[in-house]
């Protein structure tokens, strides 16, 4: 087994939307991790140990490792997490990952679907409390309806709380009352060549955000995405 093999167990479980739960698990003791990267959760089934990988969605000076999951039906990881009490012994082998900010002193800007602001929000929170960063960071943030929405009342307080921080919500398939932006993420970006982007949801809006940018002329080595 990995040397960086940890053991933890759960403190909160709570469903935030539609198929999407929040988990907090102690965080051992010596543990590190950047903003943005990733652990993967030792699970048991049928006498075998099989890996899942989760983006950590707190920030590194918290004392707990926070999760957002999307359940699937049927999948291993979920059908865990669904079942994982506090009484539980968790393992799980981390940090891993090079999906981070670094040292970047230029503008931020985040695109995020789904589950996919996970880690997201995670460097969002380190930039702003942990970094002290006063260069403009800005989040793009795309769910499918109302159902779907999550952490808006986290991204409300970094909001309010910091002035070089915001955040843009779309619904892709919003309900006729929604009096929001509406359309996918692709069609409310407006690119600032300056800027270093970071984009995390399905392979086929990390596609076609990657491609509008490189259009606008945004240089490929400032382009960073996770696909989930």
């Given at each position: 087994?990995?040397q960086n093999?940890w053991?933890?167990h759960?403190?909160?479980?709570?469903?935030i939307?539609?198929?999407?739960?929040?988990?907090?698990f102690?965080?051992?003791a010596r543990?590190?991790f950047?903003?943005?990267?990733?652990?993967?959760?030792?699970?048991?089934?049928d006498?075998?140990e099989i890996?899942?990988?989760?983006?950590i969605?707190?920030?590194?000076?918290?004392?707990?490792?926070e999760?957002?999951v999307?359940?699937l039906?049927?999948?291993?990881g979920?059908?865990?997490?669904?079942?994982?009490?506090p009484?539980t012994?968790i393992r799980f082998?981390?940090?891993?990952?090079?999906?981070v900010v670094?040292?970047?002193?230029?503008?931020?800007?985040?695109?995020a679907?789904g589950?996919?602001?996970a880690?997201?929000?995670g460097m969002?929170?380190?930039?702003?409390?942990n970094?002290?960063n006063?260069?403009p960071?800005?989040l793009?943030?795309?769910?499918r309806?109302?159902?779907?929405?999550?952490?808006?009342?986290?991204l409300?307080?970094?909001?309010?709380?910091?002035s070089n921080?915001h955040y843009r919500?779309?619904?892709?398939?919003?309900?006729?009352?929604w009096?929001?932006l509406?359309?996918?993420?692709?069609?409310?970006?407006?690119?600032?060549?300056?800027?270093?982007?970071?984009?995390?949801?399905?392979?086929e809006?990390?596609k076609?955000?990657?491609e509008?940018?490189?259009?606008q002329?945004v240089q490929?080595?400032s382009i960073?995405f996770?696909?989930?």
């Open positions: 087994m990995d093999t053991t933890t759960l403190l909160h479980k709570e469903t939307a539609n198929q999407i739960v929040e988990l907090r102690i965080k051992p543990f590190t950047q903003a943005g990267q990733f652990v993967q959760f030792i699970i048991p089934k006498g075998q890996l899942r990988s989760y983006s969605a707190s920030h590194p000076a918290s004392d707990e490792i999760l957002c999307k359940l039906p049927g999948g291993v979920s059908t865990f997490f669904e079942q994982v009490t009484e012994e082998i981390g940090s891993r990952g090079r999906f670094g040292d970047s002193a230029e503008p931020l800007y985040f695109v679907t589950a996919g602001l880690p997201i929000m969002i929170a380190d930039e702003l409390i970094k002290k006063t260069e960071i800005e793009l943030f795309g769910v309806s109302e159902e779907d929405i999550f952490w808006t009342d986290r409300d307080a970094l909001q309010k709380e910091y921080f919500l779309t619904l892709s398939q919003p309900r006729s009352a009096a929001g509406s359309g996918r993420v692709s069609t409310h970006l407006n690119p600032n060549i300056s800027s270093h982007y970071f984009i995390c949801g399905s392979a809006m990390v076609d955000v990657r509008l940018l490189l259009k002329a490929n080595g960073h996770e696909i989930f």
